[in-house]
């Protein structure tokens, strides 16, 4: 034997001796044998393979072709007088627990509320809250689904489904009632779940789209046929914008297809703003503003430094330091400022601004000033923009009427639109107005008012003899005109050619004590609707006469009574108009073939129109036939 051998033996027998463990010594101690614990853990183990392997004996001699069985063994009268003893205990530890308390308050709760609603006379018996047999249904479910989960691995259990004997695995389902499944029926259950869900879902996403469809048509965005390649890229950059880095450089179509996307989902934003900004772009439109800082603002103007024109909206943080930045920067000359809900900026800034800025200015729109922007601010953007051809001013509380009357200043103005807000702090009547059409009627090419409630026929007859050359008139909510000796006549032997765009809504006549009749024709009623369509109906587009309740249907039937012919008519809306019905509304596709739209909302007496292909009808009274579309062949 060399001398490693020699060393090995000698070192296995010194170590024989500490073979002992600490927890062996400790069990000692006590007169516990490790050893006997072992062979009690060795024996038990082998009468389980013992039970198992005559169970499976048992299975084959009763089923000799090889299936396994899917009764479960015979329990005896003393197994069973036990088991009924766990269960008892094991329900009374559930009916104790804080969680099961909750679950019967919730249940009686909801049986409770349904009682009353099926009864709402009677009243609820406060004894249903003693009642044994709900708390004990309750607890045996409870025990039941805590059964379901007390089989370990490698235990045999029965299925809860078809009673087959089968080995517990960690993979090993629960039933929808207690107890496991077996392979096969858990792979059944998942099946039926997954079909339940997939149709659910399928049924969602098809209730989405009907949805969004209909809410399309309402906005009156009408889709016929495929969408286009530039509208589903556009969508799909609008729905992975957090991933996108740089559009790089684009057209003006496609940057304002984006920003109206993006506006529309509110997602412009402090980092979404540099998408649209470039040295070289020399217009910016950005529809919904309301999420950007003022810094957002100046760094606009500070990276396009050549910006022309100036389109957004919901600017609320386009402050003071902002407006002050444009009018001293001399290489900034906006041409069309067209921003809304400037709101912060006060009278002084506005003043210098059209002082620096006004000669380069050919469009200024304006809307929601609040407290700010007087007549004497005004008074200064029409002395320094001399230049300016559209002028659009909304909801401007302290314009009065000398603002109306200094407006006759402004030269080279062709388009106008004035809508007064609710909170004016003076009223504006027809004097006004007659002052300025005196002045600047025969050059205006569009002329919209608003809810200027005061104005009289005053006003009608100052359009018919000063204006010559308007293609868009809006005049609306008013109760003060009168249907001859206004609309009549404003369109009776009227030198300016036939008008493209017309709106009349809400000229009617308002009166709670007699809602229904008219006698003294206030509004526009048949005769002024009859000289309308007579004067413009060749070359009218666009017609509005949305709450002019009070023309009759011998007028809507004589102006569309589908021998006269309006080729230009696509857009009509007839909303709260009580007299159409099914015969004007067919006249008036019979009388207009390049209509596209109709709006009918309030028009109780239409049922079934026949509606021709291509044609929208929006606002039917029932609610599954509000939206009636068609295309394509007969």
């Not at 392997?53 to 003393?78: K, L």
């Not at 003006?252 to 989902?265: A, D, G, H, P």
Request: aromatic share 8%; with cysteine.
């Amino acid at each position: 034997m060399d001398s490693s051998s020699h060393y090995s033996t000698q070192k296995l027998i010194f170590l024989a001796p500490c073979s002992h463990s600490a927890l062996t010594d400790f069990l000692a101690s006590h007169n516990i044998s490790a050893a006997q614990i072992a062979f009690d853990f060795e024996a038990r183990q082998a009468e389980a393979a013992e039970v198992a392997e005559a169970e499976r004996r048992a299975d084959i001699s009763r089923n000799p072709d090889g299936q396994q069985s899917t009764e479960p063994p015979a329990e005896t009268a003393a197994q069973t007088k036990k088991r009924k003893r766990e269960e008892e205990k094991a329900i009374e530890k559930i009916k104790k627990s804080k969680q099961f308390k909750m679950t019967v308050q919730g249940v009686r709760r909801d049986r409770r509320y349904r009682e009353n609603d099926e009864n709402p006379e009677g009243e609820y018996n406060r004894d249903d809250d003693d009642d044994d047999d709900l708390v004990n249904e309750l607890a045996h479910e409870a025990y039941m689904k805590s059964k379901s989960v007390s089989s370990l691995p490698g235990q045999l259990a029965n299925c809860a489904m078809c009673s087959k004997r089968f080995t517990v695995t960690n993979y090993t389902k629960a039933g929808p009632e207690g107890g496991l499944l077996c392979p096969e029926c858990a792979k059944t259950l998942d099946k039926d779940n997954d079909k339940g869900k997939q149709k659910k879902k399928k049924s969602t996403e098809k209730g989405n789209k009907q949805r969004q469809m209909r809410s399309n048509l309402l906005d009156g965005v009408v889709q016929r046929g495929a969408k286009s390649l530039v509208q589903m890229c556009v969508e799909k950059i609008a729905d992975h914008i957090g991933d996108v880095e740089d559009f790089g450089i684009l057209p003006n179509s496609l940057l304002n297809q984006l920003s109206l996307v993006l506006s529309r989902r509110r997602l412009l934003n402090s980092r979404t703003i540099d998408f649209f900004l470039k040295p070289r772009y020399d217009s910016v439109t950005l529809y919904d503003a309301a999420n950007l800082t003022t810094n957002d603002f100046k760094k606009i103007f500070m990276v396009c430094p050549n910006v022309k024109s100036l389109t957004m909206d919901c600017a609320g943080q386009f402050k003071d330091e902002v407006l002050e930045y444009v009018t001293e920067n001399p290489a900034i000359n906006i041409v069309h400022f067209r921003v809304g809900a400037l709101n912060l900026i006060h009278d002084a800034v506005w003043r210098r601004f059209f002082i620096v800025k006004g000669q380069t200015l050919e469009t200024i729109k304006l809307n929601w000033m609040d407290n700010y922007f007087d007549d004497e601010t005004f008074q200064h953007l029409v002395r320094h923009c001399p230049n300016l051809t559209r002028l659009k001013m909304k909801r401007m509380w302290k314009l009065s009427g000398k603002a109306i009357e200094a407006m006759s200043d402004i030269t080279q103005l062709r388009h106008l639109t004035f809508e007064r807000a609710n909170l004016g702090i003076s009223e504006i009547y027809s004097a006004s107005w007659v002052k300025f059409l005196a002045a600047r009627g025969k050059d205006l090419q569009t002329f919209a008012i608003d809810r200027f409630h005061l104005l009289d026929d005053d006003l009608l007859s100052a359009v018919h003899d000063h204006c010559r050359h308007l293609s868009k008139l809006r005049i609306s909510s008013n109760a003060n005109f009168a249907d001859g000796a206004g609309f009549e006549l404003l369109f009776s032997h009227w030198a300016n050619p036939p008008l493209r765009y017309i709106n009349f809504s809400m000229c009617r006549d308002v009166d709670a004590k007699i809602p229904v009749a008219n006698p003294e024709d206030v509004g526009l009623c048949g005769s002024g609707f009859a000289a309308l369509m007579a004067h413009s109906g060749s070359r009218l587009e666009t017609l509005y006469v949305t709450s002019c309740r009070h023309i009759d249907h011998a007028a809507f039937f004589a102006v569309f009574d589908g021998v006269k012919q309006y080729p230009h008519l696509s857009f009509v809306d007839v909303s709260f108009c009580d007299a159409v019905d099914d015969v004007v509304l067919n006249g008036m596709f019979a009388s207009c073939p390049s209509l596209k739209e109709v709006m009918v909302f309030g028009c109780f007496k239409i049922a079934e129109p026949a509606v021709p292909n291509g044609v929208l009808v929006t606002g039917r009274v029932n609610a599954q036939d509000d939206v009636i579309y068609r295309t394509g062949e007969d």
